[in-house]
């Protein structure tokens, strides 16, 4: 059986009341229950992490070296500014996937880089919370 990592960033445990204009009205549990639907005809399994705080994240994709076929990240805001968080990403293995709900590239100037993107397998964007799907679906093997 594979086992995949989801992981999510600052304000995401917010889904489903933040801003639903732009992120939909769906929560994390939801984006969860659609990728188990996704992956367990495949013998897929996947945990589901969510933090605020920089470390934790950093200390998750460590711990996820060689345990993971893959990790699903969606990492927020961080995905501008976390040098740390490119860095960890470098030093595992395991392949990451960058998700992002909304299309960062028409939304404001500052969302357009991304620190973490030249270290991640693929990114998807603006696809709402079918990206987290398709990001699974690029893991099974």
Same mark, same amino acid.
Request: hydrophobic share 35%; glycine share 8%.
């Given at each position: ?22 992120y939909g009205s769906e929560?994390?549990?939801? =984006? ?6 996704? *992956? !367990?005809?495949?013998?897929?399994? $996947?945990?589901?992490?969510? &933090? ?36 960890? =990403? ?6 990451? *996937? !960058?998700?992002?709900?909304?299309? $960062?590239?028409?939304?404001? &100037? ?5 620190m973490l993107a030249s ?23």
């Amino acid at each position: 059986m594979g086992k995949l990592l989801l992981l999510n960033g600052p304000n995401l445990n917010r889904l489903g009341k933040r801003e639903p204009d732009i992120y939909g009205s769906e929560t994390l549990e939801d =984006i969860k229950e659609k990728i188990i639907a996704t *992956i !367990e005809p495949y013998q897929y399994q $996947v945990d589901a992490k969510q &933090s605020n705080h920089e470390g934790q994240l950093i200390d998750w994709i460590h711990e996820a070296d060689k345990c993971y076929q893959g990790i699903i990240f969606n990492p927020g805001a961080y995905t501008h500014t976390s040098i740390a968080i490119r860095d960890a =990403i470098s030093s595992v293995d395991v392949p990451v *996937i !960058e998700v992002h709900i909304s299309n $960062v590239h028409k939304r404001e &100037s500052f969302r357009h880089t991304s620190m973490l993107a030249s270290v991640c397998e693929g990114q998807i964007v603006g696809l709402g919370s079918k990206g987290y799907q398709l990001a699974a679906m690029y893991f099974i093997k």
